[in-house]
């Protein structure tokens, strides 16, 4: 994985997104790394799980526009379909 960190220390798993350049924002390659962390995560070990991003400056900056100003209409729904199917796992 490229963007995604994972560690558990004991019942304490960190998921940190990991794209400081572009202040953690999110693009479909985030989210799809994101997906299969959290469907990796041990859910009989792991009691807290706690999402950060790397850096200083910024948590998420949202979605990478960069990325949406090149999708159509439909492209563009199902990525934010697919942000709002990640973050509610």
Request: charged residues 25%; hydrophobic residues 40%.
């Amino acid at each position: 994985m490229d963007y995604i960190l994972y560690e558990q220390n004991g019942n304490v798993a960190t998921i940190t997104i990991n794209r400081e350049k572009a202040l953690n924002a999110l693009n479909s390659q985030v989210l799809d790394e994101l997906n299969a962390t959290l469907d990796a995560v041990d859910l009989a070990t792991v009691r807290c799980l706690v999402i950060t991003g790397a850096g200083s400056k910024s948590f998420v900056a949202g979605a990478d526009i960069g990325e949406m100003s090149s999708l159509t209409k439909a492209e563009g729904e199902a990525f934010g379909k697919k942000g709002n199917d990640v973050f509610r796992k």
